[in-house]
């Protein structure tokens, strides 16, 4: 076969080009140590790669989130050890408030004390992180967590969706707690209420007395299956219970209704749950716990539970000054099916027609009902609840109204209310004296409560850290994992690199030498 010389060189120039190629390929891939540099270098090799790739730039993203999520957790723990200390120390303060030698002057200066834990509290729950946002405020983190009420009570603004981050494929974990979680459903001790069965124009002495009642059994108190109970006094030193339905309940309670009033702890009514503790007041120059039975027969009281409470405000914007006032639950089915625990908000139209959406109310909201408001009405009954009309509301007026349950209470409000109930004076009052009584023993079991609501949100910081490190090390593991499966694919084997390289030097040495020979050879060499 004969070939041109042309032919030749192109030959010669493409077996040279494709050896050199070959070389400098060896070359990068000997250099570098990876075998893959290209998807053409092996297209199933390069697919997996790119798994490989996403997988690590994952995991390093979760392990970021980690260290997010512990300098979180840190700070969190910061907060609430903070917290704990406050609540400690008016825990104390409240203990010296309620001894009954200390003057007004002195509940004066413990309420000083407790007005500044108020305000501590109050500025730690509202703290902001590193990035400048409210901690405990949920996905809010824009809105500070609560705000103070005109009235001194607190209201939480957040919502109760924490932040979460991902620390790996299918799990997030939160960044923290709301400041509803650590605080909100703290247990009210103070849940019930006595008040003392007069005719009218009788006032109450104070001589005798029964005290609001400390819930002592959690959860699992069934008192609220006979309220309101009557106590009535049948001699001073024994009494009967008889529950809503008349039925007496007296042999329910330990002692089976009798007391001694001169013994400590011996006059104290144990009824399903709650604990109401009998007082006398005899005056001056009667020795104590020596009532008559007189003075205490035929005494009767009501104890129940107390009922929540109501707070009502107005748009600013409305075109009158109609206000919606007090609230009191009228129909208990109704409000415990109707009334969302969000509250509600009540929009006005034409001819006293309203509408009744349930918060936070949105442009989308569907009415949970509606009816119309007689022109000249001075109530109005929404969801259950019976509420004051001050005037007729007109088309556009807005009126937004929150419940409060008696059966928790945030620790700023128990702070607010021993704060005024040191405040008032109480010395030679009787009825100030039981108040003072009854508040200071409600606030030292709401604030046990609520110390030891924080130190469980604080076991569960330190569960999530926990947590976070097995993560971690489950983390570190398959990225191990994942360079080992890289490195076997991508990665040269360095021996068998060095052999190639000497390969493809051969070869291209081979290709010159040959070109050189080859090219110098003509038919006057055979000639």
């Known amino acids: 076969m004969r070939i041109s010389t042309q032919q030749y060189f192109e030959a010669s120039t493409a077996k040279y080009q494709s050896n050199y190629s070959s070389l400098i390929k060896a070359q990068d891939q000997t250099t570098s140590g990876v075998r893959v540099q290209t998807a053409g270098d092996d297209p199933v090799a390069a697919a997996r790669l790119l798994m490989l790739q996403q997988q690590k730039d994952m995991l390093a993203q979760s392990n970021g989130n980690i260290s997010t999520l512990k300098n979180a957790f840190a700070s969190e723990e910061s907060v609430l050890s903070g917290i704990q200390d406050a609540l400690q120390k008016a825990s104390e303060v409240a203990l010296a408030a309620g001894n009954i030698g200390i003057s007004d002057a002195d509940r004066k200066a413990h309420a000083d004390t407790i007005g500044a834990i108020q305000d501590q509290v109050l500025a730690l729950l509202n703290t902001k992180d590193a990035s400048g946002n409210y901690m405990f405020s949920g996905s809010k983190t824009d809105t500070p967590p609560y705000s103070r009420n005109n009235d001194g009570t607190y209201t939480y603004q957040g919502d109760e969706t924490p932040l979460t981050l991902k620390v790996a494929e299918n799990l997030s974990m939160s960044m923290g707690d709301t400041a509803k979680t650590i605080l909100e459903g703290s247990g009210n001790t103070g849940r019930t209420q006595t008040t ?121 914007s409305n075109s009158t000054t109609a206000q919606l006032t007090g609230g009191t639950v009228t129909d208990q089915a109704a409000y415990a099916s109707t009334f969302p625990n969000s509250g509600v908000v009540i929009k006005f139209g034409a001819g006293g027609a309203y509408n009744v959406y349930a918060q936070p109310y949105t442009a989308d909201s569907k009415a949970i009902a509606s009816d119309t408001l007689a022109t000249g009405a001075t109530s109005i009954t929404v969801a259950g609840v019976e509420l004051g009309v001050t005037s007729d509301p007109a088309d556009g007026d807005s009126f937004t ?34 108040e003072l009584k009854d508040v200071v023993a409600r606030s030292i079991g709401n604030l046990a409560n609520s110390k030891m609501q924080v130190d469980q949100v604080r076991g569960s910081i330190g569960a999530r850290g926990n947590a976070l490190d097995i993560q971690a090390d489950q983390n570190t593991s398959l990225g191990i994992a994942n360079d080992s499966t890289m490195s076997s694919l991508g990665n040269i084997d360095l021996a068998e690199a060095s052999i190639n390289l000497s390969l493809q030097q051969t070869m291209l040495q081979a290709s010159q030498l040959a070109f050189v020979k080859i090219s110098q050879l003509s038919l006057f060499n055979k000639m």
């Open 196 to 316: 003392r069965v007069l005719t009218p124009p009788d006032v109450d002495d104070y001589k005798v007395t029964v005290s609001a009642g400390l819930i002592t059994a959690g959860t699992t108190n069934n008192f609220a299956s006979g309220q309101p109970y009557s106590l009535k006094f049948i001699s001073s030193t024994q009494y009967t219970v008889t529950d809503s339905a008349g039925k007496d309940v007296t042999s329910e309670i330990q002692g089976n209704g009798t007391f001694d009033a001169t013994k400590e702890g011996a006059s104290t009514v144990n009824l399903r749950g709650v604990k109401f503790d009998i007082g006398f007041n005899l005056g001056e120059g009667v020795l104590p716990g020596t009532p008559s039975d007189d003075l205490v027969k035929d005494r009767e009281f009501t104890l129940a539970l107390k009922p929540d409470s109501f707070s009502v405000s107005r748009t600013p």
């Open 401 to 434: 109204i929150g419940a409060t349950s008696s059966k928790s209470e945030n620790v700023l409000d128990t702070l607010s209310h021993l704060r005024k109930v040191l405040e008032t004076p109480a010395d030679g009052k009787p009825a100030a004296q039981k």
